[in-house]
Each structure stands twice: as structure tokens, then as C-alpha cells.
């Protein structure tokens, strides 16, 4: 049978292999070296690709995992501090993504891994449960709670600014 | 926190989430594509190269089952003969033995000398070679 290329196409993979290590990393080079770390990976192990068990990008995300799992620590997530910076001067989306960014950062280590396969990734649960060796029900509750914990995370967030805002004027 | 103070009674986050997805930049996209898709094309060109060794060898291998190669090779080397001859005639010109024109013309055939018996000074140690007696009628 015709082996199908898994990087035939690699600017989507690319884009969403970042995205699943930015969530888990932050966004920036630590996030680049992880996605080229996955590449190089991918294409020395190209032959190892089998296509019966799921699509290019879950592969290409199983290997990001075992490179974040196995070399960088996710314990100095590198986020910008949104505090520090001037939203008069910014645009609204460049707050949005930070400030959700560093929401993100917040969340337990497993929560955090849930998000960027579900967001980062764009993998379905059913996608995520495979890569994870998990039931898709169990990790669709599992994506509803971390999302309720986020919700919570950006919801204190929003109570304690003005508290914040007060302590900076005077 | 002014975005979220605009949607704080009700924001979806899961859309929230999926437009805040964290975006690489174009070079290094561009740069790692370049990587990528350099490595499948030196794959593909080894595997070019492969594929025509391989049907080269089929090739041979059937030729040979059919006795191609020794046909190949007499008529490779009767035209480098050829070519030889063409190119480099040799000076000596050599003229075949036997032709009927040679067979018409032949040169006469040399008499054959009778070699002069020498008057030996004895037959000791020789047999003498038995003659005929004459003839008488």
C-alpha cells in the first residue's frame, strides 16, 4: 500500500504544534524550539508514521508532548505581565491573548495540557482521548472543568483590578 | 481588563480561547516549511535514483534470460571493430590465400630439386636400398 507523506502540508502542522506548545510553554522561542525539536523529530522518525493510527497532527503532537515532558520545564512560563502593560497604547487583541495567556498559565499542569490539545491544537476530545490513552467522555468532563477553573481564574482576575487599580493611584 | 469588563456578565471563552490561539511567526514558519520540504525533496530524489537502478537491473536480468547480453556484446564489439577500421585503417594490407581468382591464377608449383646423392665412401653402418631387377622381357 502507498504510504502517505504525514508532513506533506507542514505550515497548518506547524501553526498548531506552536500553538499546543505556547499553551503549555508560553508564546515565544521556548515554543519555536519545541515546535523545530517536534519537526526534526518528525522527520527522522518519518517511517514510524502510521497512518491507521489517527491523523498527521496527533502524531506530531504526541511527539511535542515527549519533548515537553521529557526536556523543558513548564514551571517558568513565560508570560508577559499584562499589568505592566499600557492597554491605551495596545491593541484589544494583544490584551485578549494575554491576558488569557495568563490564565492559562495559572491552571494545573494537566488542565493546561487539556487546553492546548482542545484550543492550541484544535484536537476534538475524541482526538485528545486518543492521544492521551483516556476515555472521550472522561476527557470531555475533564475539558469542562479546566474551562470552569479558567472561568474562575479570569472571573478573580476581573474583581481584584479595581482593588489593583486603587493600590496604583495612590 | 477593560476587554473583560465590556463581556464580564456573559463571554464565551471557548471562543475567547480559540481566537487567542498563540500565532508563530511568518519567518519562522516559513523557515521551518523550507527545512521540512528540503528533506522530502532529497528524499524523493534518493528514491529517483533507487528506482532507476532497480529498473535497470530488471532490465539486465531479463535480457540476460534471453541471451541479450552475448547479442549485445558481439554486436558492440563488431561495431568497434568497425569503428577501428574506419578510423584507423591499418598499413598492411593483407590479401586473402584463397579466391577463385587465386585458384585460377595460381603460380606454378616449384620442381622439386632431387637432392644429389652423394657419393658415400661406404654403406658401413647403412642399409642399401633394395633395387628391382632389370626387366628382361
Given at each position: 500500500?502507498?504510504?502517505?507523506?504525514p508532513?506533506?502540508?507542514?505550515?497548518?502542522?506547524?501553526?498548531?504544534?506552536y500553538?499546543?506548545?505556547?499553551?503549555?510553554?508560553?508564546?515565544?522561542?521556548?515554543?519555536?524550539?519545541?515546535?523545530?525539536e517536534?519537526?526534526?523529530?518528525?522527520?527522522?522518525?518519518?517511517k514510524?508514521?502510521?497512518?491507521?493510527?489517527?491523523?498527521?497532527?496527533?502524531?506530531?503532537?504526541?511527539?511535542?508532548?515527549?519533548?515537553?515532558?521529557?526536556?523543558?520545564?513548564?514551571?517558568?512560563?513565560?508570560?508577559?505581565?499584562?499589568?505592566?502593560?499600557?492597554?491605551?497604547?495596545?491593541?484589544?487583541?494583544?490584551?485578549?491573548?494575554?491576558?488569557?495567556?495568563?490564565?492559562?498559565?495559572?491552571?494545573?499542569?494537566?488542565?493546561?495540557?487539556?487546553?492546548?490539545?482542545?484550543?492550541?491544537?484544535?484536537?476534538?476530545?475524541?482526538?485528545?482521548?486518543?492521544?492521551?490513552?483516556?476515555?472521550?467522555?472522561?476527557?470531555?468532563?475533564?475539558?469542562?472543568?479546566?474551562?470552569?477553573?479558567?472561568?474562575?481564574?479570569?472571573?478573580?482576575?476581573?474583581?481584584?483590578?479595581?482593588?489593583?487599580?486603587?493600590?496604583?493611584?495612590? | 481588563?477593560?476587554y473583560?469588563?465590556?463581556?464580564?456578565?456573559?463571554?464565551?471563552?471557548?471562543?475567547?480561547?480559540r481566537?487567542?490561539?498563540?500565532?508563530?511567526?511568518?519567518?519562522?514558519?516559513?523557515?521551518?516549511?523550507?527545512?521540512?520540504?528540503?528533506?522530502?525533496?532529497?528524499?524523493?530524489?534518493?528514491?529517483?535514483?533507487?528506482?532507476?537502478?532497480?529498473?535497470?537491473?530488471?532490465?539486465?536480468?531479463?535480457?540476460?534470460?534471453?541471451?541479450?547480453?552475448?547479442?549485445?556484446?558481439?554486436?558492440?564489439?563488431?561495431?568497434?571493430?568497425?569503428?577501428?577500421?574506419?578510423?584507423?585503417?591499418?598499413?598492411?594490407?593483407?590479401?586473402?590465400?584463397?579466391?577463385?581468382?587465386?585458384?585460377?591464377?595460381?603460380?606454378?608449383?616449384?620442381k622439386?630439386?632431387?637432392?644429389?646423392?652423394?657419393?658415400?665412401?661406404g654403406?658401413?653402418?647403412?642399409?642399401?636400398?633394395r633395387?628391382?631387377?632389370?626387366?628382361?622381357?
Amino acid at each position: 500500500m502507498f504510504r502517505r507523506d504525514p508532513l506533506a502540508d507542514p505550515a497548518p502542522l506547524i501553526k498548531r504544534v506552536y500553538a499546543y506548545a505556547a499553551y503549555r510553554l508560553g508564546d515565544g522561542p521556548e515554543a519555536e524550539d519545541i515546535t523545530s525539536e517536534t519537526f526534526e523529530r518528525a522527520l527522522r522518525y518519518k517511517k514510524s508514521y502510521d497512518q491507521r493510527k489517527g491523523e498527521p497532527v496527533a502524531w506530531l503532537l504526541g511527539i511535542a508532548k515527549r519533548c515537553i515532558d521529557g526536556g523543558w520545564s513548564t514551571t517558568e512560563y513565560a508570560t508577559e505581565d499584562v499589568d505592566a502593560v499600557d492597554s491605551s497604547d495596545l491593541e484589544e487583541e494583544t490584551i485578549r491573548r494575554l491576558t488569557v495567556a495568563r490564565a492559562v498559565a495559572t491552571l494545573d499542569e494537566r488542565d493546561r495540557e487539556l487546553v492546548a490539545l482542545r484550543y492550541g491544537a484544535d484536537l476534538t476530545a475524541r482526538q485528545i482521548a486518543e492521544l492521551l490513552g483516556a476515555r472521550t467522555n472522561a476527557i470531555e468532563v475533564a475539558l469542562h472543568r479546566a474551562l470552569a477553573r479558567l472561568r474562575g481564574i479570569l472571573g478573580e482576575e476581573l474583581d481584584s483590578e479595581p482593588v489593583r487599580k486603587r493600590e496604583a493611584s495612590r | 481588563m477593560r476587554y473583560w469588563r465590556k463581556r464580564h456578565e456573559a463571554f464565551d471563552l471557548d471562543a475567547e480561547l480559540r481566537a487567542s490561539r498563540p500565532e508563530p511567526a511568518p519567518e519562522f514558519i516559513s523557515r521551518l516549511e523550507a527545512r521540512v520540504r528540503d528533506d522530502g525533496r532529497s528524499r524523493v530524489g534518493s528514491l529517483r535514483v533507487a528506482f532507476v537502478g532497480a529498473l535497470t537491473a530488471v532490465m539486465l536480468l531479463a535480457l540476460a534470460s534471453v541471451g541479450g547480453v552475448g547479442y549485445a556484446s558481439s554486436a558492440a564489439s563488431d561495431a568497434a571493430v568497425t569503428v577501428q577500421r574506419v578510423v584507423a585503417p591499418s598499413d598492411v594490407i593483407t590479401v586473402l590465400k584463397r579466391s577463385p581468382a587465386i585458384d585460377q591464377y595460381k603460380k606454378p608449383a616449384k620442381k622439386k630439386v632431387k637432392a644429389k646423392k652423394k657419393k658415400g665412401k661406404g654403406t658401413k653402418g647403412k642399409v642399401k636400398a633394395r633395387v628391382r631387377p632389370p626387366f628382361t622381357g
